[in-house]
């Protein structure tokens, strides 16, 4: 599959018309945003979509269980991942498939995200990817 991270694509902008643009002209399967409304006009476009969230906080926290809703993405990436008793309250309580990304950076951390719930790990570690 090929999934774009479109808020890292230099020189788009961060409307809907984005998505319709890179539907029509690549053969992308997905897309990765911390935008819910792309989020949204890639579903309706028939795309996979994955929620990147950032978890800074506790009213996060609250706002990302919104945002299950709000923009219906295929999976959530919720950063950092190196949280495992946030990791397991994700998943006990979204209905969306979770990615653990951020600060991963060894097997230790890998083993405790994917024993807290997470179906993933996104990592630009490369020692990670040989785990």
């Known amino acids: 599959m090929a999934i ?7 020189g788009l902008g961060n409307k809907e018309v984005t998505v319709d643009f890179l539907k029509q002209l690549t053969d992308l399967d997905g ?15 028939g795309l996979f979509t994955i929620l990147r969230f950032f978890m800074l ?3 996060a926290l ?7 809703h709000t ?14 008793k946030i990791t397991r309250r994700l998943a006990d309580t979204l ?21 807290a719930g997470a179906v993933a790990i996104s990592s630009t570690n490369t020692d990670v990817w040989e785990l």
């Open 57 to 59: 906080d506790s009213l």
């Open 71 to 84: 923009g219906k993405p295929d999976m959530i990436e919720f950063l950092p991942g190196v949280m495992p």
């Open 4 to 10: 774009v991270h479109i808020d890292l694509i230099a």
């Open 31 to 45: 897309i990765i945003s911390t935008r819910p409304a792309l989020i949204r006009r890639g579903r309706e476009l």
């Open 62 to 68: 609250q706002n990302l269980k919104k945002q299950e």
């Open 95 to 115: 209905r969306i498939p979770i990615i653990c990304g951020g600060l991963i950076s060894d097997k230790e951390d890998v083993m405790n995200a994917l024993h």
